[in-house]
């Protein structure tokens, strides 16, 4: 018996010693030292080109996020004007009655909303512009890579700008939340010489278009120029706008015949697209088809599966001219059957909806959201001959004012020449209101129309009657969170 | 523990020696002892003859047989009762019924790594018998501790499977899981939802620093020992089976407005808004679908243990079998768990034993969609269900918004979702006793789980905006793999009878790896579950993503105990732990150091004589615990992969990458530091047991994530870093009363009460308040501010003056956008005549302050009779469903009868366009008191006379009623004052992780009703 003890005893420190010494190397530092599962550190990232060109893609897939392009865009840049309503029921997400009618309170999700959803762009073109200059690759791709940023940059600050005034300009990636983290607001002015900045050394990068197909849709010179004279515009430096839309008029942009098919699928990046928020639906890949552009604004309804937000005004069913084409184009009317051949409802929630974001209902598919696929028009080039003709005017050179408002009118009219007459006048002001016209039902329902009447200085006359004020509806508050979280730092806009 | 045993087995070796050694001219006295509360026999008695060293124990029956002269007096002692008295005066039957104590200083309690005395403890340290436990009908031994120890909350979730939230002494941490530590006969855990309450001997809770500091690094939300059934050495094999049935039941449902009601407040919201009415005429509409009526019912549960366990003088065996079954109150879930439970410990020689416990776990649940409560809180009434024709009743059919834009009935018609999991888990240990005073154990535990999620989304059409053109089939694999190696060397001695000592070594290291693997395909066939293989899919559509976490710890502890004379007590121990998560930092390692000490002033010598005190014990610690729950590597920077970064050119995805967070801040660890002063007092032969603890905890910088600028660009506006001090100090005390009156009557009263005060002490971002609450439901407003020297999370915002009445009052008012007839009035704080955010102040506090439980128990002859209450009081709960509408949401009743519709109609509530921005930012109208009162436990159980059961060879039958949860009393409308965690379904707890819970505690957004659980029960002991 004292022999099997011994022998017990002998095999459990035998056993104890084994378990010990097998986790003696616990104490050394192979045990402890646990890799990353499955993530990837950003210490080993922008080191080559690959990573150069997966940094840029992310700036592009970003764009296409809620902020940029659903209800935070609508609430800063569309519901205010005098070209939409709210839209859906009455009581359906009823805020945006606070930007339509001016009573919007600085607590409202949606500006914090536009706010974050503009830095993010901003974060990650930063990115690319502090850390791709330091990656080994092609030089050409590499310069082409940050100018290509740079417009994203400029683009989400002008913006920005419009949206809020001055705001914090972050041109690098935050680094130290001593320094870096917590930057007041810059000036508006300084706002728009670093717009300006990034789209000269863009526009000289930038090639004028892209030969490989997987490149259809990335920005180009056409665009950085087409932006920078829209900055200019709101500049009011008609010089530079002439110069600029000049270039890109000549360099291959022209219009579709006809107006309503260039916001079909069909003619996404077409020869009018200068540029184009780029969406798709990928059926295995949900995350990637996360637009809701289409969604929001679509028609509500058994068939439209849409929300119905955002939704053509009346003052804007009876701006156009009688028998303007454009009018039917960017309007879907209750009971109407659309070109593509989908039957509008006659007893839906809304008279109207939005028909440049409308895609046809055959396309949706169950589990994405509905339009997934369709591309946001940003910059299209009669933007650029309506640019041309305002600064033209503006300079007293009424032929080219005449000439270029023409192109437009011409393609609006599709042969009829019974509508849309040429408008000849060379009185400056008659000419400036023509214009204002023009781009109005031109560009209703695609963002354009809020900022263009306050930059015209007309935002009392215009939407006075909905409660704008001068000197405080300019620009919307800053986000009551942003501001708590900045201690003070950053201050309000005047009135709210 | 050791110290225990050896007296226990000096105890019965002078007990044998006694026996023999009896005198022939004594009568000999027999009986048995049985336990005043559960009728039980009690074995181990001590049996001895007063004022002399002769004595017996009590058999495995609860005999005993002992002879002494007629008139001598037995005393009977056991460790857990009352002692007690009885003369003999000739009798030579005495059977005795011992009153179970409270709580004495001889009680063995778990400590880490060990057991000690009661008395040699100097921590805060409670301990519940697993006859609590199970006695509750609880299906999840967690639930069981409500109310019972002080300093102890618990939330219960409600789903089945679930486990309650549980918080020791407020929140320990803030980041990350908020669970305590569980260890299971030395295994850790995070969560013991798969433990069948019937297997738990007992279960300890180390309350304070010092005893919670031997887990170290994994101790900072406080540490749970349990303790699982084993047989006895040398015992007949005893089965038991205990089963119940009962019912769950919807109570303190919020009642909602009808559909009258519902069409009145939607038509006033349309007009408020601009619109036109939504129903042309509300008088027809009736009563319309109550939904809860339609989607709950009273769940059926029903639980069986069987359980076999004894022992042979070399070895003991424990096995046991649990079924349980519980229908949810929503009618389509049910849970279904099986356990099986094997421990056996061999005796291999006198010094060595080898043994095991495996635990096997299988459940299967059938879901429910997450969004299925909140559906049938806002659906709409004037919604039939089906219409006539057979079709779902469809919202929008009556234009109705987005926020009640669907059928209950279709979510749960067109969901099909299992959700099975697997765990294997347990430990083999050894242990070796040598050269005396040595005791070697090794202890290898591991866990292998895996947790399958099937969901397969049909192709339908229910309505407008609930149907699918394809089917889609998710599957989700979580594995989980984890392992601990523990190595103890323990050393006890006594020197010069005096002097007691007990010193610890000990090492550790572990690894805990999870595996998720989520794939999926559309249009997949199903005409039976054998379909449902991604394979029949649409090859295009199939999808697959998958994630990991690796864990390691590496750990070394040591633990010295001294005690001089049993008077003069001594702890200190101290442990160090290495973490993989951080690991390259400069702080890879921790320690974690304590002391404690004590003095039982009943041992004294000027003691002796006074009869007030049965023991007298002060005692106080301190230590300092650690956070792991923290991401691995905190401090390093990811690279954000995520689809919406794909880049889209020419409809061709291309992989998008950047980095979309801040650089994390160097973060080390949290820590906690703990004083805890306490005495423990017992009276009148220990019939009344005091103990109170005074404790001092701060939680230096603690780790959780801020939201930060939104111009940093960051995906989520959230930074993870070392942010505040905070410190909790509060009191906790308890007292128990037991007795046995002449009649018969065996009853015990205890009641606890704790008070615990939070406060912010530093807060390391500096001048600038900690901000949060920032979510939908307040339209993305703050609703809490952290500041130093205030309580963490404060709800923060707009003081109501009162509502508009009309356009005047508006005009006459400070000015406030949006402000209109029927909208919130706000307080002009500043007094600067308008409504800005300078005018937000504090307007609640989620931290209760007070919590307190009452637990009673009688037996009289058969019957026995358990009540147990508990509450919580001074806390402030933010209601946010009020204002969380998009659209058409139904609404309380409450709010519907109250609301503003009129000149003079409220100046309380607002009109029905509370959803409004301006009336939906956080304001005083929100919060309310949270404090409530609660019959947690009721039972009522009657043992058969034991006459009859010796005829069926049956040792014990006890049947049972028991309802739980029964009475609730809180002026709260919301659906429950116990704010918790947002439950998620089955596949979704492996994520259940829900950062800032601290700074967003008592905003609640839950919509689940409290229910009430009752039970029949038998238990059977063969």
Redesign the interface.
């Given at each position: 018996?004292k022999q099997?003890?011994n022998l017990?005893?002998t095999a459990?420190?035998g056993?104890?010693l084994a378990?010990?010494i097998?986790?003696l190397p616990?104490?050394n530092?192979g045990?402890?030292?646990?890799p990353?599962?499955?993530?990837?550190?950003?210490?080993v990232?922008w080191k080559t080109a690959d990573?150069a060109?997966?940094?840029?893609?992310?700036?592009?897939?970003?764009l296409?996020?809620w902020e940029n392009t659903a209800f935070p865009a609508i609430a800063i840049e569309s519901i205010g004007s005098d070209d939409a309503d709210k839209g859906?029921?009455?009581?359906?997400?009823?805020?945006f009655?606070?930007f339509d009618q001016f009573?919007?309170?600085?607590?409202?999700?949606?500006i914090?909303?536009f706010?974050?959803g503009q830095?993010?762009?901003?974060?990650?073109t930063?990115?690319?512009l502090d850390n791709v200059p330091g990656i080994t690759m092609d030089e050409n791709l590499k310069a082409r890579y940050l100018a290509e940023a740079k417009f994203v940059r400029a683009f989400s600050y002008f913006r920005l700008v419009r949206a809020f005034g001055g705001?914090?300009l972050?041109l690098h990636?935050?680094?130290d939340?001593n320094t870096d983290?917590?930057?007041p607001r810059a000036s508006v002015a300084e706002v728009y010489a670093q717009i300006e900045k990034d789209l000269n050394e863009a526009a000289a990068v930038l090639p004028p278009s892209y030969t490989a197909?997987?490149?259809?849709?990335?920005v180009t010179k056409g665009a950085a120029l087409t932006l920078h004279a829209k900055v200019a515009m709101y500049l009011k430096k008609w010089t530079d706008v002439m110069t600029y839309t000049n270039t890109v008029m000549g360099m291959g942009y022209s219009l579709l015949p006809n107006y309503e098919k260039v916001f079909r699928i069909e003619n996404e990046?077409s020869v009018e697209s200068i540029f184009e928020i780029?969406?798709?639906l990928?059926?295995?890949?949900?995350?990637?088809s996360?637009s809701q552009y289409s969604q929001v604004q679509g028609v509500r309804?058994?068939t439209g599966g849409g929300?119905g937000f955002n939704v053509p005004s009346a003052n804007l069913a009876a701006a156009y001219e009688t028998g303007d084409p454009r009018r039917d184009a960017t309007i879907i009317f209750r009971g109407e059957t659309t070109p593509s051949g989908d039957v509008i409802s006659a007893t839906g929630?809304n008279p109207m909806y939005n028909q440049k974001s409308y895609v046809p209902f055959s396309l949706?598919?169950?589990?994405f959201n509905e339009g997934a696929?369709q591309n946001v028009r940003m910059l299209r080039y009669s933007d650029v001959l309506l640019m041309n003709a305002e600064a033209a005017n503006e300079l007293n050179n009424s032929g080219q004012a005449i000439s270029s408002l023409e192109q437009v009118r011409l393609r609006a009219r599709q042969g009829n020449t019974a509508i849309l007459p040429k408008v000849t006048t060379t009185d400056q002001n008659e000419m400036r209101k023509a214009i204002y016209r023009e781009r109005r039902v031109e560009f209703a329902m695609e963002f354009d129309r809020y900022f263009d009447v306050i930059r015209q200085g007309r935002g009392t006359e215009v939407f006075g009657p909905k409660g704008w004020k001068a000197g405080r509806n300019e620009v919307w508050p800053i986000?009551?969170?942003?501001?708590?979280?900045?201690?003070g730092v950053l201050t309000?806009n005047p009135g709210? | 523990m050791k110290r225990f045993f050896t007296k226990l087995s000096v105890l019965s070796t002078l007990c044998l020696f006694f026996t023999n050694a009896a005198f022939s001219q004594d009568i000999t006295v027999k009986g048995t002892v049985t336990d005043g509360l559960d009728k039980t026999t009690v074995p181990s008695v001590s049996v001895t003859v007063k004022g002399t060293t002769k004595g017996v124990q009590t058999d495995v029956n609860g005999n005993y047989s002992i002879n002494t002269s007629a008139n001598s007096t037995l005393v009977f002692t056991y460790i857990g009762y009352v002692t007690q008295e009885v003369l003999i005066n000739g009798q030579q039957t005495i059977n005795v019924v011992l009153t179970p104590s409270s709580q004495q200083l001889e009680q063995v309690v778990v400590v880490g790594y060990g057991t000690q005395r009661k008395l040699d403890v100097t921590g805060a340290v409670a301990s519940l018998k697993g006859s609590e436990i199970s006695k509750q009908a609880s299906t999840n031994p967690i639930g069981a501790l409500q109310g019972k120890i002080a300093g102890v909350s618990i939330t219960s979730t409600g789903t089945p499977g679930a486990s309650p939230q549980i918080r020791i002494r407020g929140l320990g941490t803030i980041f990350g899981n908020q669970a305590p530590l569980y260890v299971v006969d030395g295994v850790w855990y995070n969560d013991i939802n798969f433990l069948n309450p019937n297997d738990i001997e007992n279960m300890s809770i180390l309350k304070d620093a010092s005893a919670q500091s031997i887990y170290g690094i994994r101790a900072a939300n406080g540490v749970v020992l349990i303790t699982t059934k084993k047989g006895k050495l040398g015992t007949p094999t005893t089965i038991n089976y205990d089963a119940y049935a009962g019912f769950q039941k919807v109570t303190n449902k919020v009642k909602m407005a009808n559909a009258q009601e519902y069409g009145i407040f939607t038509n006033e919201l349309a007009g408020l808004n601009g619109g036109t009415p939504v129903f042309s005429n509300t008088d027809n509409l009736g009563v319309g679908t109550d939904w809860y009526d339609q989607t709950l019912r009273n769940a059926f549960v029903t639980n069986h243990n069987v359980s076999i366990a004894g022992g042979t003088d070399k070895s003991t065996y424990n096995i046991s079998l649990g079924y349980l079954d519980q229908d949810g109150i929503i009618k389509t879930n049910n849970y279904k768990r099986y356990t099986a439970r094997v421990s056996n410990d061999i005796q291999l020689s006198k010094s060595f034993k080898v043994g095991y416990n495996i635990t096997g776990v299988s459940s299967k649940s059938k879901d429910v969609p997450t969004t299925i409560y909140h559906q049938i809180y806002s659906a709409s009434p004037s919604i039939p269900v089906f219409n006539a024709d057979g079709s779902y009743g469809d919202p929008t059919s009556q234009g109705l918004g987005d926020g009640a834009n669907f059928n209950p009935q279709a979510s749960l018609d067109f969901f099909n979702q299992q959700t099975k999991q697997y765990r294997v888990t347990g430990n083999v240990f050894a242990e070796l006793k040598f050269a005396e005073h040595f005791t070697f154990k090794s202890s290898f535990g591991g866990e292998f789980g895996q947790l399958e999620n099937r969901k397969y989304g049909p192709k339908y059409y229910a309505t407008y905006a609930q149907k699918s053109d394809v089917s889609i089939l998710d599957l989700k694999r979580v594995e989980t793999r984890n392992w601990i190696i523990e190595n103890t060397l323990t050393y006890e001695n006594t020197f010069n009878k005096d002097h007691n000592i007990t010193v610890l070594l000990g090492q550790s290291a572990q690894s805990n790896k999870a595996y998720t693997l989520n794939a999926s395909a559309q249009n997949v066939p199903f005409t039976s579950d054998a379909d449902l293989y991604l394979n029949l899919g649409d090859a295009a559509t199939r999808t697959a993503a998958d994630e990991g976490s690796l864990i390691k710890f590496a750990s070394y502890f040591a633990r010295a105990n001294y005690s001089f004379k049993n008077k003069y007590l001594l702890n200190a121990s101290i442990r160090t732990d290495g973490a993989s998560q951080f690991f390259g930092s400069n702080e890879t390692w921790g320690y974690f150091p304590s002391v404690g000490a004590g003095w039982v002033i009943t041992n004294e010598d000027f003691m002796k004589n006074q009869t007030v005190f049965s023991s007298l014990k002060l005692r106080g610690s301190w230590g300092i615990i650690g956070n792991a729950n923290v991401p691995i590597n905190p401090s390093q920077q990811l690279v954000g992969q995520t689809g919406n970064l794909v880049a889209i050119f020419n409809n061709i995805p291309f992989t998008g990458k950047s980095v979309n967070t801040l650089i994390p801040p160097a973060i080390v660890w949290e820590k906690g530091i703990g004083t805890n002063i306490g005495f423990e007092a017992a009276f009148l032969t220990n019939r009344l047991t005091v103990e109170a603890d005074f404790y001092n905890r701060k939680t230096s910088r603690a780790i959780f994530k801020i939201p930060v600028l939104g111009s940093l660009g960051t995906v989520d506006n959230q930074l993870l870093g070392n942010q505040a001090d905070i410190q909790n100090r509060g009191v906790e005390l308890s007292a128990a009363w037991t007795n046995t009156t002449e009649g018969g009557l065996t009853y015990s009263v205890g009641g606890n009460i704790s008070y615990n005060a939070n406060k912010v002490i530093n807060v390391l971002s500096g001048e600038i308040p900690i901000f949060s609450g920032s979510t939908g439901i307040t339209n993305g407003a703050f609703a809490t501010r952290t500041i130093v020297g205030d309580p963490i999370g404060l709800f923060y915002g707009y003081k109501v003056a009162g509502i508009f009445q009309n356009a005047t009052d508006v005009a006459n008012s400070p000015t406030q956008a949006s402000a209109a007839p029927g909208g919130f009035k706000y307080q002009d704080l500043n007094g600067d005549g308008k409504i800005t955010s300078a005018d937000r102040t504090v307007i609640g506090d989620p931290n209760p302050k007070y919590t307190y439980g009452v637990n009673t128990n009688f037996a009289y002859k058969n019957f026995d009779l358990a009540l147990d209450f508990q509450g919580v009081a001074g806390v402030d709960i933010y209601n946010a469903n009020l204002a969380n509408r998009f659209g058409n949401e139904n609404i309380s009743k409450d709010l519907f009868d109250n609301r503003w519709h009129g000149e003079g109609t409220s100046n309380t509530y607002p009109s029905a366009n509370i959803g409004a921005s301006a009336n939906a930012a956080p304001n005083s109208f929100y919060v309310s008191s949270g404090s409530y009162f609660r019959v947690r436990n009721a039972q009522l159980g009657y043992t058969l006379p034991s006459g009859i059961l010796n005829k069926w060879k049956i040792k014990k039958v006890r049947i049972y009623a028991n309802a739980q949860n029964a009475i609730n009393i809180f002026g709260y409308k919301g659906f429950s004052p116990e704010v918790g965690p947002i439950p998620t379904d089955n596949a979704e707890k492996i994520k259940a992780d829900r950062p800032n819970t601290a700074l967003n505690a008592g905003l609640d957004a839950n919509v689940y009703p409290l229910f009430a659980t009752y039970n029949f029960g038998i238990n059977l002991t063969f």
């Amino acid at each position: 018996m004292k022999q099997y003890n011994n022998l017990y005893k002998t095999a459990a420190l035998g056993i104890g010693l084994a378990l010990s010494i097998g986790i003696l190397p616990s104490c050394n530092k192979g045990f402890l030292d646990v890799p990353e599962q499955g993530k990837q550190q950003s210490t080993v990232f922008w080191k080559t080109a690959d990573d150069a060109t997966a940094g840029v893609n992310a700036i592009y897939g970003n764009l296409r996020s809620w902020e940029n392009t659903a209800f935070p865009a609508i609430a800063i840049e569309s519901i205010g004007s005098d070209d939409a309503d709210k839209g859906s029921t009455a009581s359906d997400a009823s805020f945006f009655l606070q930007f339509d009618q001016f009573t919007i309170d600085p607590d409202q999700g949606n500006i914090s909303g536009f706010w974050n959803g503009q830095y993010r762009n901003i974060n990650y073109t930063n990115q690319v512009l502090d850390n791709v200059p330091g990656i080994t690759m092609d030089e050409n791709l590499k310069a082409r890579y940050l100018a290509e940023a740079k417009f994203v940059r400029a683009f989400s600050y002008f913006r920005l700008v419009r949206a809020f005034g001055g705001v914090p300009l972050r041109l690098h990636v935050p680094k130290d939340a001593n320094t870096d983290y917590n930057l007041p607001r810059a000036s508006v002015a300084e706002v728009y010489a670093q717009i300006e900045k990034d789209l000269n050394e863009a526009a000289a990068v930038l090639p004028p278009s892209y030969t490989a197909t997987t490149d259809i849709g990335r920005v180009t010179k056409g665009a950085a120029l087409t932006l920078h004279a829209k900055v200019a515009m709101y500049l009011k430096k008609w010089t530079d706008v002439m110069t600029y839309t000049n270039t890109v008029m000549g360099m291959g942009y022209s219009l579709l015949p006809n107006y309503e098919k260039v916001f079909r699928i069909e003619n996404e990046n077409s020869v009018e697209s200068i540029f184009e928020i780029q969406c798709a639906l990928l059926p295995n890949n949900k995350d990637a088809s996360n637009s809701q552009y289409s969604q929001v604004q679509g028609v509500r309804g058994v068939t439209g599966g849409g929300w119905g937000f955002n939704v053509p005004s009346a003052n804007l069913a009876a701006a156009y001219e009688t028998g303007d084409p454009r009018r039917d184009a960017t309007i879907i009317f209750r009971g109407e059957t659309t070109p593509s051949g989908d039957v509008i409802s006659a007893t839906g929630d809304n008279p109207m909806y939005n028909q440049k974001s409308y895609v046809p209902f055959s396309l949706f598919v169950s589990g994405f959201n509905e339009g997934a696929q369709q591309n946001v028009r940003m910059l299209r080039y009669s933007d650029v001959l309506l640019m041309n003709a305002e600064a033209a005017n503006e300079l007293n050179n009424s032929g080219q004012a005449i000439s270029s408002l023409e192109q437009v009118r011409l393609r609006a009219r599709q042969g009829n020449t019974a509508i849309l007459p040429k408008v000849t006048t060379t009185d400056q002001n008659e000419m400036r209101k023509a214009i204002y016209r023009e781009r109005r039902v031109e560009f209703a329902m695609e963002f354009d129309r809020y900022f263009d009447v306050i930059r015209q200085g007309r935002g009392t006359e215009v939407f006075g009657p909905k409660g704008w004020k001068a000197g405080r509806n300019e620009v919307w508050p800053i986000p009551q969170t942003e501001i708590d979280l900045s201690g003070g730092v950053l201050t309000q806009n005047p009135g709210f | 523990m050791k110290r225990f045993f050896t007296k226990l087995s000096v105890l019965s070796t002078l007990c044998l020696f006694f026996t023999n050694a009896a005198f022939s001219q004594d009568i000999t006295v027999k009986g048995t002892v049985t336990d005043g509360l559960d009728k039980t026999t009690v074995p181990s008695v001590s049996v001895t003859v007063k004022g002399t060293t002769k004595g017996v124990q009590t058999d495995v029956n609860g005999n005993y047989s002992i002879n002494t002269s007629a008139n001598s007096t037995l005393v009977f002692t056991y460790i857990g009762y009352v002692t007690q008295e009885v003369l003999i005066n000739g009798q030579q039957t005495i059977n005795v019924v011992l009153t179970p104590s409270s709580q004495q200083l001889e009680q063995v309690v778990v400590v880490g790594y060990g057991t000690q005395r009661k008395l040699d403890v100097t921590g805060a340290v409670a301990s519940l018998k697993g006859s609590e436990i199970s006695k509750q009908a609880s299906t999840n031994p967690i639930g069981a501790l409500q109310g019972k120890i002080a300093g102890v909350s618990i939330t219960s979730t409600g789903t089945p499977g679930a486990s309650p939230q549980i918080r020791i002494r407020g929140l320990g941490t803030i980041f990350g899981n908020q669970a305590p530590l569980y260890v299971v006969d030395g295994v850790w855990y995070n969560d013991i939802n798969f433990l069948n309450p019937n297997d738990i001997e007992n279960m300890s809770i180390l309350k304070d620093a010092s005893a919670q500091s031997i887990y170290g690094i994994r101790a900072a939300n406080g540490v749970v020992l349990i303790t699982t059934k084993k047989g006895k050495l040398g015992t007949p094999t005893t089965i038991n089976y205990d089963a119940y049935a009962g019912f769950q039941k919807v109570t303190n449902k919020v009642k909602m407005a009808n559909a009258q009601e519902y069409g009145i407040f939607t038509n006033e919201l349309a007009g408020l808004n601009g619109g036109t009415p939504v129903f042309s005429n509300t008088d027809n509409l009736g009563v319309g679908t109550d939904w809860y009526d339609q989607t709950l019912r009273n769940a059926f549960v029903t639980n069986h243990n069987v359980s076999i366990a004894g022992g042979t003088d070399k070895s003991t065996y424990n096995i046991s079998l649990g079924y349980l079954d519980q229908d949810g109150i929503i009618k389509t879930n049910n849970y279904k768990r099986y356990t099986a439970r094997v421990s056996n410990d061999i005796q291999l020689s006198k010094s060595f034993k080898v043994g095991y416990n495996i635990t096997g776990v299988s459940s299967k649940s059938k879901d429910v969609p997450t969004t299925i409560y909140h559906q049938i809180y806002s659906a709409s009434p004037s919604i039939p269900v089906f219409n006539a024709d057979g079709s779902y009743g469809d919202p929008t059919s009556q234009g109705l918004g987005d926020g009640a834009n669907f059928n209950p009935q279709a979510s749960l018609d067109f969901f099909n979702q299992q959700t099975k999991q697997y765990r294997v888990t347990g430990n083999v240990f050894a242990e070796l006793k040598f050269a005396e005073h040595f005791t070697f154990k090794s202890s290898f535990g591991g866990e292998f789980g895996q947790l399958e999620n099937r969901k397969y989304g049909p192709k339908y059409y229910a309505t407008y905006a609930q149907k699918s053109d394809v089917s889609i089939l998710d599957l989700k694999r979580v594995e989980t793999r984890n392992w601990i190696i523990e190595n103890t060397l323990t050393y006890e001695n006594t020197f010069n009878k005096d002097h007691n000592i007990t010193v610890l070594l000990g090492q550790s290291a572990q690894s805990n790896k999870a595996y998720t693997l989520n794939a999926s395909a559309q249009n997949v066939p199903f005409t039976s579950d054998a379909d449902l293989y991604l394979n029949l899919g649409d090859a295009a559509t199939r999808t697959a993503a998958d994630e990991g976490s690796l864990i390691k710890f590496a750990s070394y502890f040591a633990r010295a105990n001294y005690s001089f004379k049993n008077k003069y007590l001594l702890n200190a121990s101290i442990r160090t732990d290495g973490a993989s998560q951080f690991f390259g930092s400069n702080e890879t390692w921790g320690y974690f150091p304590s002391v404690g000490a004590g003095w039982v002033i009943t041992n004294e010598d000027f003691m002796k004589n006074q009869t007030v005190f049965s023991s007298l014990k002060l005692r106080g610690s301190w230590g300092i615990i650690g956070n792991a729950n923290v991401p691995i590597n905190p401090s390093q920077q990811l690279v954000g992969q995520t689809g919406n970064l794909v880049a889209i050119f020419n409809n061709i995805p291309f992989t998008g990458k950047s980095v979309n967070t801040l650089i994390p801040p160097a973060i080390v660890w949290e820590k906690g530091i703990g004083t805890n002063i306490g005495f423990e007092a017992a009276f009148l032969t220990n019939r009344l047991t005091v103990e109170a603890d005074f404790y001092n905890r701060k939680t230096s910088r603690a780790i959780f994530k801020i939201p930060v600028l939104g111009s940093l660009g960051t995906v989520d506006n959230q930074l993870l870093g070392n942010q505040a001090d905070i410190q909790n100090r509060g009191v906790e005390l308890s007292a128990a009363w037991t007795n046995t009156t002449e009649g018969g009557l065996t009853y015990s009263v205890g009641g606890n009460i704790s008070y615990n005060a939070n406060k912010v002490i530093n807060v390391l971002s500096g001048e600038i308040p900690i901000f949060s609450g920032s979510t939908g439901i307040t339209n993305g407003a703050f609703a809490t501010r952290t500041i130093v020297g205030d309580p963490i999370g404060l709800f923060y915002g707009y003081k109501v003056a009162g509502i508009f009445q009309n356009a005047t009052d508006v005009a006459n008012s400070p000015t406030q956008a949006s402000a209109a007839p029927g909208g919130f009035k706000y307080q002009d704080l500043n007094g600067d005549g308008k409504i800005t955010s300078a005018d937000r102040t504090v307007i609640g506090d989620p931290n209760p302050k007070y919590t307190y439980g009452v637990n009673t128990n009688f037996a009289y002859k058969n019957f026995d009779l358990a009540l147990d209450f508990q509450g919580v009081a001074g806390v402030d709960i933010y209601n946010a469903n009020l204002a969380n509408r998009f659209g058409n949401e139904n609404i309380s009743k409450d709010l519907f009868d109250n609301r503003w519709h009129g000149e003079g109609t409220s100046n309380t509530y607002p009109s029905a366009n509370i959803g409004a921005s301006a009336n939906a930012a956080p304001n005083s109208f929100y919060v309310s008191s949270g404090s409530y009162f609660r019959v947690r436990n009721a039972q009522l159980g009657y043992t058969l006379p034991s006459g009859i059961l010796n005829k069926w060879k049956i040792k014990k039958v006890r049947i049972y009623a028991n309802a739980q949860n029964a009475i609730n009393i809180f002026g709260y409308k919301g659906f429950s004052p116990e704010v918790g965690p947002i439950p998620t379904d089955n596949a979704e707890k492996i994520k259940a992780d829900r950062p800032n819970t601290a700074l967003n505690a008592g905003l609640d957004a839950n919509v689940y009703p409290l229910f009430a659980t009752y039970n029949f029960g038998i238990n059977l002991t063969f």
